[in-house]
């Protein structure tokens, strides 16, 4: 700061022959600049964790790409991302204040605040979850109906989805069984059927050779945001400037996304060796009308509405899974969605 007040001084006695005007300028400038590098370096930036709801992978790409391009930076905080996995809980990270921000589907989140965790849904990367049901490519089956005939259907315990499947169509209680991420079983049975995510394992599985149809959970007429973020009520009231710098940074991240996607696959790549630029390529077609379709069309991305958390909580009531109705304008803000 010495040396360039110096070196203001010494440029301004210099041109003081050149005429008043140009001097004036001249010191204007080094002020201005002066007063930017203070600011820079008495700025700091706020230390904030967010954990992801799976390992490092494009379906996660506004908040990567935000990381890799320094947008959380450029908002005032420095982010640490974490991967998620199958036996990581976001929800337990998160309402224990170890991490500020996490991701879910938006009825686990539901869940959570029934348990009485208050929790609030700020963003919603998926107007669509890529959530479904794939079977082998060979078998006649074209509804959530065909199902019924003797399938053996995996899914995850708990899944929402599943309940509502089974009091909605043809499928009994019985035919469920437990998915523990190996497709194997899935493989030499043609009379199995899996949950999946859209964007991952049929890629995976036809690279083995195996051919697999499916049917989307948000066409059953089940249809809860995917990859939500969520916070604290507390952190919302105590940092609203941090929410609206995470939000703004996280949704500048899925726009640059949208405008150059292969940018980002690089950096998942490095944190992520086991992801190609051909699966995240795949993923990244199958995941433009999820991300920015629906009402992200007029609204923009990270969208969501009231009417539908509404009718996610009157499906979990109904299927016993909510203890009773919870207000959907406690669970979920678009006060940050600019």
Not at 1 to 17: D, E, G, P, R, Y
Not at 292 to 308: K, Q
Request: glycine share 6%.
């Amino acid at each position: 700061m010495v040396k360039k007040l110096f070196a203001s001084m010494t440029l301004l006695i210099a041109l003081t022959a050149c005429g008043e005007t140009e001097v004036e300028e001249v010191t204007t400038e080094t002020e201005r600049e002066d007063t930017t590098i203070e600011a820079n370096e008495s700025a700091e930036l706020f230390e904030m964790k967010q954990i992801t709801s799976w390992f490092p992978q494009v379906e996660n790409a506004g908040q990567y790409y935000a990381q890799m391009e320094g947008y959380y930076e450029e908002a005032g905080i420095e982010m640490t991302t974490e991967p998620g996995g199958p036996q990581v809980s976001s929800i337990s990270i998160v309402s224990s204040k170890s991490a500020q921000f996490g991701m879910a589907q938006a009825d686990q989140v539901l869940y959570a605040i029934n348990e009485g965790i208050p929790l609030v849904a700020v963003f919603a990367n998926f107007q669509k979850t890529p959530q479904g049901i794939m079977f082998h490519k060979d078998q006649q089956i074209e509804s959530f109906d065909d199902l019924g005939d003797g399938y053996e259907i995996y899914t995850a315990a708990g899944a929402g989805y599943w309940e509502y499947l089974v009091s909605e169509y043809d499928i009994e209680q019985s035919q469920n069984r437990v998915y523990t991420g190996d497709n194997s079983t899935f493989v030499a049975n043609e009379k199995a059927a899996s949950q999946m995510y859209v964007t991952s394992e049929p890629y995976y599985l036809m690279e083995e050779g195996v051919e697999t149809g499916h049917l989307l959970i948000a066409d059953s007429g089940y249809s809860p945001y995917g990859d939500v973020l969520f916070t604290t009520k507390d952190f919302i009231e105590e940092h609203p400037e941090i929410v609206q710098a995470y939000v703004d940074a996280t949704k500048k991240g899925w726009e640059a996304f949208k405008e150059d996607p292969e940018k980002v696959y690089d950096y998942i790549i490095e944190l992520n060796p086991d992801k190609t630029v051909e699966q995240m390529a795949y993923a990244t077609e199958k995941m433009e009308e999820l991300v920015f379709g629906d009402d992200a069309v007029t609204h923009g991305v990270g969208y969501m509405s009231e009417e539908r958390w509404q009718t996610l909580i009157d499906q979990l009531v109904g299927l016993e899974l909510l203890d009773s109705q919870i207000p959907a304008e406690e669970v979920f803000t678009t006060d940050f969605l600019n």
